[in-house]
């Protein structure tokens, strides 16, 4: 795979350029092309955060590039909360469809799979149960003590575990330890867990439209009212639902809060408007004449509901209520790149902001950069490509 | 009753000092003493913006202060959505609860009742059926040809409509024109449609937390996302609930998408930070434990669902999202004084921002000032005493 040699590489001098050289010929065979697979991480057992123990547990995982000898070139990504391992690639050279941030993960890119050998996990209790790729332990998993699948009785699963997931699996692959630590919301949550709890193994972390160091008490409500459509749904009943009619109502209600709730006001009037949803129906004469942006919503959150399981909804609501670590923040060495949304309604830049001050007070080297676009919390996957230098000068720097 | 001259009366010279205390003095057996009373208007036939005919309309209303015989010195409140015409004064004289905006409507106060004669109406529709005071005629009320509830077979009503029932009862009552029609929230867009449908009948316009000349798309989704927990209820039924189980469970967990929306971090953080609900009950260690402010949301939401009639709150949330003056806007004359909350992440300021161009291109004086609080949209309520001098100001300025 030949790539050009960009600035950042010839400000490096005739040295490193030399032994970039080298490693991109010695890597020629395994280069990565951008075809990916999911593959399997398996534990007999696992202990959570609360103290529970999770049998069998086994999470999907990609990986792009090739780990050096020295285990030390590795970058871990996190996935939001919706999301899943899928963060670069194609599963097939005729898919167009790419992982979310495959916009800076790939070969000569700002995380650049030529240098680094990515690594992405699916979380636990992770939504994507019916998608066909992600593999994924939680309550909608068999409980291999009674042969049924868990529903609410799964244990309550926080970042934390998710991360110590991550941190089994490094360790299984020979990682010694992560250049960087990403990810996108929830995911830069895990970053930011990372810090807090392997501060020796992670040299940097970048936590992109994340909420900083902890859930603020007004994200802990959001989390609630993401949830109470699916309590509401008749079908849920309790979180037994498997093999029977799901809540998918109440799980597409609830999707539609995610969907709406990640976007803005820019995002719906440049493709929107006040525009009806069919011609001829106009909104003011009957009740059921909608908008247009009421049926994309509609649609568009009853698509995603069909993927996901709603129970798995549930605990990571409750994961990121969870989540603080508010309590270990001296613990956090790594140097910071923090990423938000400037029209980011769901994790507010404030967030993010108000924790400057105490990590600079420790010490910890920060930079803020904001993605300045009016698309709301998406901007952090969808225009993500705009703080592609900035994510590359910060993989260059001294940790 | 006696009251202070302000720096703006003496400002006006001596001889409407003079006017002043005369006025003072021919007024003083009938001066607003805070007690109110809610009186109620009827329509025997109503046509809607939309052509329908709404039989025997009742709202309620409530006024402060006295007429002037020529009939122009009202001030016309308009109330917010989950609101009454209760804007201020108290039912009687043991009662400590006071009008929402008694901050600012009274004796001396901002919209001084010692000058003008204040009205507040019950929309259409309004959401507090059950509070005993209110008085509406919406989706919960008889209607007269099937001696039935009407239930979602009531028409469609909108801002407009809200505004041509204040209109009807303004020409009943002698009002001549209108000094200011104010408002918050959903009272600002009725306050921006009066001056879009009658330029003629109001000098100036005080839009408080208002969306500016229509319903942003944004918005719009956002109350397809309010209503949208009513309609999983099983209890809702289509509408047809009245005289058996009500959609309470629906109606409530749409109180708390109002209650949270209509709030921020700032307010979150000050009233309860990250502390558990019930002392022992780390929610860490089950998902039934809950964070402070999920059993404060559910709580206050449910409180108020008791107050309200899940229909009528279907009807709001159309009547917001039908709401723009965009295709009147050359009809509007009115001196505005838009208010905004600067931590509003249901009104955005921004919505407000954006209209300050147009209105001005047409020559309307425009002044637009922000709610320097924390709290988020209710500040637009919580802080109006933050206003009073401005407002003050505004309503002596020469319309």
């Known amino acids: 795979m030949v790539r050009p040699i960009g600035p950042m590489k010839l400000a490096l001098g005739a040295l490193?350029?030399?032994?970039?050289?080298?490693?991109?010929?010695?890597?020629?065979?395994?280069?990565f092309e951008g075809v990916v697979e999911k593959k399997v991480f398996s534990l007999p057992s696992f202990t959570t955060d609360g103290g529970a123990t999770i049998k069998n547990l086994r999470v999907g995982y990609e990986t792009y590039g090739t780990l050096?000898?020295?285990?030390?070139?590795?970058?871990?990504?996190c996935h939001f909360f919706s999301g899943n391992s899928h963060a670069a690639g194609r599963y097939s050279k005729d898919e167009t469809a790419r992982g979310y941030w495959d916009a800076v993960i790939g070969a000569g890119k700002a995380i650049d799979t030529d240098r680094y050998f990515v690594v992405s996990v699916d979380t636990l209790a992770n939504l994507n149960t019916k998608d066909g790729r992600t593999v994924t332990t939680g309550?909608?998993?068999?409980?291999?003590?009674t042969g049924k699948p868990y529903g609410m009785r799964f244990p309550v699963v926080t970042i934390r575990d998710f991360v110590n997931v991550q941190k089994a699996l490094a360790d299984a692959l020979g990682i010694r330890r992560f250049v960087a630590v990403a990810g996108a919301s929830m995911g830069a949550m895990q970053a930011v867990e990372w810090g807090a709890d392997y501060p020796g193994m992670v040299d940097r972390i970048i936590p992109v439209i994340g909420v900083g160091l902890e859930a603020d008490p007004y994200l802990v409500a959001t989390m609630q009212l993401w949830a109470a459509p699916i309590r509401l749904d008749p079908h849920w009943n309790g979180g037994d639902y498997y093999g029977r009619a799901e809540p998918l109502e109440g799980l597409a209600a609830a999707m539609e809060l995610v969907t709406v709730g990640a976007r803005s006001p820019g995002w719906a009037g440049r493709g929107f408007g006040r525009k009806w949803a069919e011609a001829g129906k106009n909104p003011a004469q009957a009740f059921d004449n909608r908008y247009a942006i009421e049926a994309f919503v509609d649609k568009a959150a009853r698509e995603r509901a069909r993927q996901y399981d709603a129970n798995s909804f549930l605990y990571l609501t409750k994961a990121v209520q969870l989540f603080s670590v508010a309590d270990r923040l001296k613990r956090v060495k790594s140097r910071i790149l923090f990423i938000t949304s400037r029209s980011d309604l769901l994790a507010l830049p404030e967030y993010t902001r108000k924790t400057i001050e105490p990590l600079t007070a420790q010490q910890v080297p920060v930079e803020y950069y904001e993605i300045d676009e009016d698309g709301g919390h998406v901007d952090g996957l969808l225009h993500i490509d705009t703080m592609s230098e900035t994510i590359r000068a910060f993989l260059d720097q001294t940790p």
């Open 16 to 31: 490193a350029l030399g032994a970039s050289l080298f490693l991109l010929a010695a890597r020629s065979v395994s280069a």
């Open 68 to 77: 050096d000898a020295a285990g030390d070139n590795a970058i871990l990504i």
């Open 139 to 145: 309550p909608a998993s068999i409980d291999p003590d």
